[in-house]
T-cell receptor, first 113, second 112 residues
Framework: NAGVTQTPKFRILKIGQSMTLQCTQDMNHNYMYWYRQDPGMGLKLIYYSVGAGITDKGEVPNGYNVSRSTTEDFPLRLELAAPSQTSVYFC????????????FGPGTRLTVT | QKEVEQDPGPLSVPEGAIVSLNCTYSNSAFQYFMWYRQYSRKGPELLMYTYSSGNKEDGRFTAQVDKSSKYISLFIRDSQPSDSATYLCAMSADVGGNKLVFGAGTILRVKS
């Protein structure tokens, strides 16, 4: 039981490049989330999904896109990378129905130069 | 004004000390309160969860919520070097509890 896995662990992008951050969970959780964590700023919700085919914006969605074609996978797409997207990205999942524990992946450290 | 305020620290204490970590918030609709622990270069993990006001105890950890003051606390008794981590408060008004607002996190260092 791997929990929540994220790839890659590290990535350096040039300004204007695009990439997809991968997230997979094997706990059959309906809810999945993408956060970014900047130093001293806590976690900010980018997008979340309540089930396959359903996604919604969080607090900081600009510059990102998501899709949810399966229960297990929730990729985050960065289009036209900008230095402001330099951050640590965490994917998380949780069950529906009042379980408030979110299980986090190990994170992806992204630098845009 | 941020919805959730948390002193980033770092807070440095000797082993065995009682640690008090705190958050204040401005949104009176928050009713679900959590503390997450995050070790260096790892994802956060849930430590404590409380609903509405009151106290909750789990081993060396006690979570307190004072909704009238919009103030939550996490107490750690007999602190250990293994408690050294960043502690993030998180809260939600959402009835499903799935849209969390996080504090900035407090860095705790327990010296042996």
């Amino acid at each position: 039981n791997a929990g929540v896995t994220q790839t890659p662990k590290f990535r350096i992008l040039k300004i204007g490049q695009s990439m997809t951050l991968q997230c997979t969970q094997d706990m059959n959780h309906n809810y999945m989330y993408w956060y970014r964590q900047d130093p001293g700023m806590g976690l900010k919700l980018i997008y979340y999904s309540v089930g396959a085919g359903i996604t919604d914006k969080g607090e900081v969605p600009n510059g990102y896109n998501v899709s949810r074609s399966t229960t297990e996978d929730f990729p985050l797409r960065l289009e036209l990378a900008a230095p402001s997207q330099t951050s640590v990205y965490f994917c998380a999942s949780s069950t529906a129905g009042g379980n408030y524990e979110q299980y986090f992946g190990p994170g992806t450290r992204l630098t845009v130069t | 004004q941020k919805e959730v305020e948390q002193d980033p620290g770092p807070l440095s204490v000797p082993e065995g000390a009682i640690v008090s970590l705190n958050c204040t918030y401005s949104n009176s609709a928050f009713q679900y309160f959590m503390w997450y622990r995050q070790y260096s270069r790892k994802g956060p993990e849930l430590l404590m969860y409380t609903y509405s006001s009151g106290n909750k105890e789990d081993g060396r950890f006690t979570a307190q919520v004072d909704k009238s003051s919009k103030y939550i606390s996490l107490f750690i008794r007999d602190s250990q070097p293994s408690d050294s981590a960043t502690y993030l408060c998180a809260m939600s008004a959402d009835v499903g509890g799935n849209k969390l607002v996080f504090g900035a996190g407090t860095i705790l260092r327990v010296k042996s």
